[in-house]
Structures are given as C-alpha cells and as structure tokens.
C-alpha cells in the first residue's frame, strides 16, 4: 500500500552541520500491517513519519501509495487519507473550543463550506462514539478543551481520527507525554480501534515490550536505518532480551547507553 | 454628545470586528487596516461622487477591502513574507491607490451629496427624532454585520478557521490547506474594515487618504477593551459584542481627550500618544492580572 523506494533524507545539506537523517530506506507498507518502530533518540523514526506523512521531501528518492507517486504532493494533501498523532497532546485538538466543534472540524477530513453541520442529529452520534472512550466526555460536550486532561484530549485525537476513516495512521509516541495510567489507557484504545477498523498503522515506541507486544511487524532503526525488520511468528517470539541482543550483533556501537532509555 | 460617541463608535466598532477578527480569530497581526480603511471611503465618495446606488458603492468598498485582504494573504503565503511585513506592504501600496481613487486628490469632500446617511436621514425624518436617527441607524447596521460575522464562524468552515488560530498543525492533519483559510480570515477582516471606512467617510462627509492612519491601533486598543469587559468566553457572539462595547468606550475616551483635553493642555496631536499609552497601560494590567491569578492558585494549592 504505502512503498517508499531509496529514500534519503538530509538535513543541512551542504553545512558542516550536514546530518544524514535517513539513508537509502526501503519499506513496503501492506494493507492492515500494524507496524511498530523502535530506536533511539535520532536513529530517524521520527524523519520516517515526517517523510511519509509530506512534512519532509527526501533528498532523493520516492514514496508511492497505492501505486501513485506521492513524493511531491504537500501534508495537508496526503492528510486526506493519513491520520497522524504527535506526542504532544495539544497538537491534535484546539484549545480553546468545544468539544462538539472539535469533532465537528474532525470527524471527516478536507475543507469545509459555508453550512453548518453541527445539529442535534450530529451531537448524539459525536455523543455514542465518545461511549468508546469511557471518559465520559459525553456529558461534556459543551466544554472548552482547555478543561481536559492530555489523556482525554489524547484519546479524543484518536477517536476523531479513526472516525474519519484514514487509509494509513501514524502514530508518533503518542502515549509518551502521557502518566502511566493514561498512557495503558490510550494504548489499549489505540490497539482496539486498529483491530475494529482493519486500520493500516505504523507506531513508533520508546517501550520495547509494547513493540513486542503490539502489532504484527516490527522495525529497529538506527542512524537512519532500517536495521532489523521482523513480521509474522518470527516477532511472536521475540523478547526484550531477544531484541537488544539483537541489536548488538547488528551494531557495535553505544547500545548500553540507550538500554535504559528503550526499555524504560 | 452620547450619540456622537456611540455613532463614531458603532461606525469604527464594524472596523474593529475586522481587526478582531484578525488579530484574536486568525491569530494574524494584520497592518493591511490602515490601508483598507481609507480605501473604503475613497470607493465610496468616488462610488457617490459617480451617482452610484449607495449600497452598490457599499458592495464595492466591501469588494475593494477585501482584495487589499487577499493580496496581503497571498504575499506572506507564497512569498514567505513575514504576516507584519506582509501587511505594511499592501498598506503602503494602497497609499498611493487610494489617492488615484481619489482622483489624484487626498482629500474629496461629499458633504453636498446624496449619500446613503443623508438619503436615511430623509426617510425617517418625522418618524424618528432627527438627532437619534443615525444612532439608531447604526446600532442596526453594527449589529446586522455583528450577526453576520457569528453565524459565519458558527459554519463548518469558521469553525476550521477559528481552530486554524488555535492550531494549525490540526488543520493540516485535517486535510486543509491552511493558506487557503487565512485567505479567506483576511479578506473578510479587510471587507469589514472598508465597510467601515466607507460608512465613515459619509458620517465625515470627506475621505481623506490619511483616514486610516493609526486605525488598527485603535482597532488593537478597542479589542482589548472589551476583553476587559468579560472574563474569558469562547462564544463569538459575546467576543463579538464586546469588539463592539470596546470600540463605544475607546471613543468615549478619545471624545473626552479631544474636547476636554486642552484642560490639560492637551491638543488632538496628543492622541495617538494617548492610544498608545493606552495600550500600554491595559498590557500592563492584563500582565498583573495573570500573574495574581497565578499566585492565587498557587496559594490556595498549598
């Protein structure tokens, strides 16, 4: 579905500061894959998002969907059909508005016109899939987000994001901002509307056991690349212990310090 | 003298939706107001001046401020111009149109013309008091376009541009080109702002190229009025009527300081000081009223 060919991404190109932030990456996405990534700080996880989501153009390279070359087409276009969560939980809504405009302006994707959408008819449904959620946020329509929590407004990104309906999903440590307890919260949410709704989605994670224990194909980045890429029984049977052995007979290089920092 | 100020303030009020719009709406500080200001009054006169239908003349200073709108749009989302310097660019440009509009003059009088002040003037002579048909002329037209501007940003697409305001990354991963968005902000904001202009040119009976000049400083003190007004709301219909509230009380003092000034030896050359030191002093005490908030929540935490 999503296949990026010989992508490389560099940063400051031509600088002393130049910075290879992705090399020669290679990746075929199919329809329904749940994908987890994992590596440290700066292996480039973050610059594969940014890549396939439109943020970014590679230096060289292209990214197809579904057969059609994407490589110069601008976020808010391919946001059509990839939904995308950022870390910081406030990226995801408007603050300073109701909960029912926030779905209003979510709930199916593209520019709006002049009508307004927003009826009783609408409140119940936006009403029955906050349920979901088991926040209740659905007695709380009215109020401005400001009054929520990063939890809430977390797993209200997710919901609005899965009710437009994307073709891919991304993502992008949306649990780390979160306390331990709404962090499992959003994550158990996040792993039954991908299992709901068949949704192709790839999660990049700092916890190696939620990789593990998430999704059905796994990829470890280091230093911009795509170092180790298991799917099927073969991630069934990996461990922490498994992983990070792994990565030491791969590379030789500074994993110690990162131990600590990957499986938390 | 409550008329006049509520007049002045009701004709200026449509300007400072615009600059709300703008400013509290978008998010966009937007400088283009101290030339689509004036460019609405010279489209108006010289709409007048050609026998023009009033409202026609009206339409088309609403048109006029609206291109100045979308040119400022189009400068900072496709040259990368920074949204100040954007602004300051039509606005300088728009100098030397507003002067062709007016015929290579900077200053046209319509005093002895049919304007559409005069031509309501005539009509409800008799039914209404003469001194109090203008106030109620204006209350209605502010609230009309009031009114207009709330069920605008009550539609899916004022929505989105509020939020755009807010957060733009979320109209982005929305699927909307947030270019488009402010385009659209701006050019309703300058459309408003011309109105105004062309509604104060007939209550002047001139329009001069220097009528805007300073505007969105008023515009910017009147907003911030009328924040003062209410605490936080996020309903546009009481944010809207407090740019409104706001703009009467800004004329109010600005009345006060222009005919009561020289008790303390103060002459109309003194405003646009005392705008701006207005403006100073409610920064000042919007700063002093966070921070109390803050240690007030801090001390009760404890």
């Known amino acids: 579905m999503i296949a990026i060919k010989n992508a490389a991404v560099i940063f400051n190109q031509g600088t002393v ?21 994992i590596g440290s700080n700066g292996a480039g996880k973050s610059t594969l998002f940014n890549l396939i989501a439109g943020t970014i153009t590679p230096a060289t390279g292209s990214i197809h969907v579904n057969g059609r070359n994407v490589t110069r087409e ?25 909960l029912e405009d926030n779905m209003m302006i979510t709930y199916r994707k593209g520019f709006k016109w002049l009508k307004r959408s927003l009826n009783n008819k609408m409140r119940e449904y936006f009403s029955s899939e906050l349920v ?84 059905n194909r796994l990829l470890m980045m280091d230093q911009g690349e795509i170092i180790f890429d298991v799917s099927g029984d073969a991630k069934k049977e990996l461990t922490v212990e498994k992983l990070i052995e792994k990565f030491h007979e791969l590379r030789h290089h500074g994993f110690e310090n990162d131990r600590a920092l990957l499986a938390e | 003298m409550i008329e006049a100020i509520l007049v002045e303030g009701l004709i200026y009020g449509i300007m400072v939706l615009g600059v709300f719009i703008t ?53 900072h989302n496709h040259l990368k111009v920074p949204n100040l310097l954007a602004g300051i660019l039509t606005m300088t440009m728009l100098y030397s149109i507003n002067i062709r509009i007016l ?31 203008m106030l109620l002329f204006f209350v209605v037209v502010a609230l009309v376009i009031k009114l207009l501007v709330d069920m605008f940003f009550r539609t899916d697409l004022g929505m989105t541009i509020g939020a755009m305001g807010n957060n733009e990354q979320m109209i982005i991963s929305q699927g909307i080109n947030p270019k488009t968005l402010k385009t659209i ?30 505007i969105i400083i008023s515009g910017l003190a009147s907003v911030m009025i009328g924040e003062f007004l209410i605490m936080k709301s996020n309903k546009i219909g009481i944010l809207t009527l407090c740019a409104l509230a706001g703009s009467v009380l800004f004329h109010a003092v600005m009345y006060v300081g222009r005919y009561y000034g020289y008790v303390i030896d103060m002459t109309p050359n003194d405003l646009n000081l005392i705008k701006g030191l207005l403006i100073i002093v409610l920064l000042i005490i919007t700063q002093a009223r966070k921070f109390n908030m803050a240690t007030f929540k801090a001390m009760v935490q404890k």
Do not use: C
């Open chain 1, 74 to 98: 601008p976020e808010f276009k391919r946001a059509q059909y990839i939904g995308r969560i950022f870390q910081n939980p406030l990226l995801g809504t408007a603050s300073n508005m109701s």
């Open chain 2, 103 to 133: 015929g290579n003059r900077a200053n046209v009088p319509v005093l002895d013309q049919e304007t559409l002040l005069s031509d309501v003037s005539s009509r409800l002579s008799g039914v209404v008091p003469d001194e109090y048909i």
């Open chain 1, 17 to 37: 500061n130049e910075n290879q932030a992705l090399r020669d990456i290679n990746l075929n996405v199919k329809e329904g894959d749940f994908i987890t990534i």
């Open chain 1, 132 to 215: 979901q959620l088991k926040m209740g946020l659905e007695q709380r329509m009215k109020e401005n987000l400001v009054m929520f929590s990063g939890g809430q407004r977390q797993a209200l990104t997710l919901l609005m994001m899965v009710l437009s309906k994307p073709a891919l999903i991304l993502l992008d440590e949306h649990t780390a901002a979160l306390d331990p307890k709404n962090a499992e919260i959003v994550l158990e949410l996040t792993d039954k509307f991908i299992k709901e709704h068949k949704l192709t989605s790839m999660m990049i994670t700092h916890n190696m056991s939620h990789a593990i224990e998430y999704g």
């Open chain 2, 23 to 75: 400013f509290r709406v978008l998010d966009f500080p937007d400088l283009t107001v101290d030339g689509s200001f004036p460019l609405g009054a010279a489209l108006m006169v010289q709409g007048i001046l050609l026998g023009m239908n009033g409202w026609l003349a009206l339409l088309i200073a609403f048109i006029g401020g609206v291109i100045a709108g979308v040119v400022t749009a189009l400068i």
């Open chain 2, 185 to 214: 902000g701006l050019g309703l904001s300058n459309g408003l702002v011309a109105v105004s202009g062309a509604f104060a040119a007939q209550y002047l009976g001139f329009a001069d190229v220097g009528l805007g000049q300073g």
